[in-house]
């Protein structure tokens, strides 16, 4: 069965520090991972999505995540972060066709420090 | 992308009762997935609503605490029986529209539930 696990409960960080959020996943197949950001009060937001070739997603917001076949990791990342990041950011997994089923990890809180 | 009705948005229900919420998709779709994210947690998949057959339930989910009924491709109810303070939570209807690299989950604004 797929499975998610996220490193980080909760994140605390000052404005224009850089950001990495870790994400595993434990799967033998072929997967789809997703990165998804909630903001307070706020539905899910896709940020970033991997289907294939080239490993170094680049997302919305100035996201971006790689994805290390080796490691099962698919962690996030932004040089400098904003304020407005303050956020639940939430890895995802999906295996590689069509209309499956998410599953979703822990999810990381992350507050920023103005 | 795709839009997702869900109604109702919000309610607060008593203990013993039972709440159906209902899923409603801007076009047809294969399957349809319920999900629970309790308090200051992560979303749990309930179970795939599959038409034409019985609803697919994860590890802890049973179909007699969480009906589901899937009358057609667009619509889809998810009951939760017997409430309980315990689910108390956001429970959200979400497809999955598109192939490979368009492949992408969409979401319901969610039903949050307070049972009293």
């Known amino acids: 069965a797929q499975s998610v696990s996220q490193h980080n409960h909760h994140v605390i960080l000052s404005e224009a520090a850089s950001l990495e959020l870790g994400c595993n996943y434990s799967?033998?197949?072929?997967?789809?991972l997703f990165w998804y950001v909630q903001y307070p009060g706020q539905h899910l937001q896709l940020l970033l999505k991997?289907?294939?070739?080239?490993?170094l997603v680049k997302g919305i917001k100035g996201f971006e995540a790689e994805f290390i076949k080796s490691k099962f990791s698919f962690n996030l990342r932004k040089p400098s972060v904003q304020w407005s990041d303050t956020a639940e950011y939430f890895c995802?997994?999906?295996?590689?066709?069509?209309?499956?089923?998410?599953?979703f990890g822990s999810g990381t809180r992350l507050s920023i420090r103005p | 992308s795709a839009v997702i009705s869900q109604k109702p948005s919000r309610d607060i229900c008593q203990r013993g009762t039972s709440l159906t919420i209902q899923c409603q998709v801007d076009?047809?779709?294969?399957?349809m997935f319920w999900y629970r994210q309790q308090p200051g947690q992560s979303l749990t998949l309930i179970a795939t609503?599959?038409?034409?057959?019985?609803?697919?339930?994860e590890s802890g989910f049973v179909i007699d605490k969480f009906p589901i009924s899937r009358p057609n491709l667009t619509f889809s109810t998810l009951t939760v029986s017997n409430m309980s303070p315990e689910d108390s939570s956001i429970y959200l209807c979400?497809?999955?529209?598109?192939?490979?690299?368009?492949?992408?989950?969409?979401f319901g604004q969610g039903t949050r539930l307070t049972v009293v």
């Open positions: 979400s497809v999955v529209r598109g192939q490979d690299r368009n492949t992408e989950a969409f």
């Open positions: 799967y033998g197949g072929t997967v789809n």
């Open positions: 991997y289907f294939s070739g080239d490993p």
């Open positions: 995802a997994v999906t295996r590689y066709s069509s209309a499956s089923k998410i599953i």
């Open positions: 076009s047809q779709v294969t399957m």
């Open positions: 609503a599959n038409q034409g057959s019985e609803a697919t339930y």
